[in-house]
């Protein structure tokens, strides 16, 4: 914990830029305990109901549980649910000025139904238009990112594939970014991993490991040592893993394996596995986004990446834990480096 002190303390002098795809999570919690006349379906018997900032806009609402400065930069829709998150990102002192309304799209809206703390559906509303013309970019995010640039030190890309993050983006920021020595992390996207060469890490989970490898020609996947996609073993994980740094050319790559923890990749040195530290798991829902947030703000707060990565699985050890997208306190990793001992 000594070792860690001097990095907790520093989160709450960081200021981390979040760009990416806006989320409104919505959650109905109720009881089951008849099935409708109307068609074999349980009836849920509301008792809560309650909004959460989500995707891009969660992982900023863990990096302001941290203490940590936070600027959101996306889109939302010119509409009840748009206003609603910037309301909720405002409660948590999430500056907001860098969200912009753009009226091709409605806000996402993600519902998840939920009884005796199984979630029973999840209804989504979103309508995904791709700024592939660059132009709501150059409008207004690009004028707002070459402006206060200089404001940050840290910039975390995530990535949910709902069209807010395209090549020139990426470029715009990596370019800036190299220009500060400021560290830029991703959760990507599979179908976007050529957008991704000059970033400093991305954090896939197993599933999106698999895929990104799944992705490649077989020829390539040979060239570069990748000779299973099927993440089945510590061992494979390693050695696909490195094939895979390998092939984005990236300074690293995080692994997030669930049960089994998570895997470090730098280059130029050996993977490094780092077990979990979850006691017990109710919902992994945004474990994603904390360990992004965890990883970035560390390293912004002057962590070495394998140090930035043990600080991150304590706290997805932590958030697994919670109901829902949940986030964690700095308190709770005093905690829990505590219980390590």
Do not use: W
Request: aromatic share 6%; net charge neutral; charged share 25%.
């Amino acid at each position: 914990m000594i070792k860690y002190t001097k990095i907790l303390n520093s989160f709450k002098r960081c200021h981390v830029l979040v760009i990416g795809d806006l989320i409104l999570d919505q959650y109905i919690k109720g009881s089951v305990d008849r099935i409708s006349p109307e068609a074999p379906v349980p009836i849920l018997l509301q008792r809560d109901m309650f909004y959460t900032p989500g995707g891009a806009a969660n992982v900023a609402n863990n990096l302001s549980s941290l203490g940590a400065k936070v600027t959101v930069v996306g889109r939302i829709g010119n509409d009840r649910e748009g206003h609603q998150l910037k309301e909720l990102l405002k409660e948590r002192r999430i500056r907001t000025v860098g969200i912009f309304e753009d009226r091709r799209v409605h806000t996402i809206l993600k519902t998840r139904i939920i009884a005796h703390q199984q979630q029973l559906v999840r209804v989504d509303r979103e309508l995904v238009v791709d700024d592939s013309d660059g132009s709501f970019y150059a409008k207004s995010i690009a004028p707002f990112l070459h402006k206060n640039f200089n404001d940050f030190d840290a910039v975390i890309i995530s990535d949910y594939g709902k069209g807010i993050i395209q090549p020139e983006l990426v470029e715009d920021v990596t370019t800036m970014a190299g220009k500060r020595g400021i560290p830029v992390v991703v959760d990507p996207k599979v179908e976007h991993l050529k957008f991704y060469g000059h970033v400093s890490s991305i954090t896939p989970n197993r599933k999106e490991a698999e895929n990104a490898m799944k992705s490649l020609e077989p020829h390539t996947r040979k060239d570069f040592g990748i000779l299973k996609t099927r993440l089945d073993s510590m061992e494979t994980v390693k050695k696909s893993g490195v094939g895979l740094l390998n092939y984005l050319g990236i300074d690293s790559l995080l692994i997030t394996l669930g049960e089994d923890g998570m895997c470090l990749f730098e280059q130029g040195k050996q993977p490094l596995h780092i077990p979990t530290r979850a006691h017990e798991v109710f919902d992994v829902s945004g474990a994603g986004d904390t360990v992004i947030s965890v990883f970035a703000l560390a390293m912004a707060a002057g962590a070495k990446k394998k140090e930035a990565a043990d600080i991150a699985n304590h706290a997805a050890g932590i958030v697994v834990a919670k109901i829902g997208a949940a986030s964690v306190t700095p308190e709770e990793l005093v905690s829990s480096f505590k219980e390590e001992r």
